[in-house]
């Protein structure tokens, strides 16, 4: 049976739970736009930290048959916001310092939190 876009959402948020990702949460915003369903917002520790988490939603979405349109770096420095576009899914890999500033939560507040 094929996984539904909101289970491989929450299979990506549990990966990075796993992978000591801090304050993970996924949100529902299939109604709010068109571009992307979920997104999986994870606060990072170190440069370090985010590579080790990158890397596992590389292996997830080669073992799951799907693809990473775009990797991007949101910030000046490029180590405080790297946003993985996966098309349905986008994973947000936030510093703490990015993640108080930009607070995508309160931005995306009509979204419904499913983490």
Known sequence: MAQT??????????????????????????????WT????????????HWQGLYRQVKEYVASHDMEIHQVSHKTAQGDEW????????VVHLMTQDARDFYDLE????????LV
């Open 5 to 34: 876009e909101q289970e491989k959402a929450l299979e990506i948020a549990q990966l990075m739970k796993d992978g000591k990702g801090q304050d993970v949460t996924v949100l529902d915003v299939s109604e709010l736009n068109s």
């Open 37 to 48: 369903d979920y997104f999986v917002i994870v606060t990072v520790t170190s440069s370090a």
């Open 82 to 89: 790297n946003l993985i576009d996966i098309g349905t899914v």
């Open 106 to 113: 309160k931005l995306w507040h009509a979204a419904k939190r």
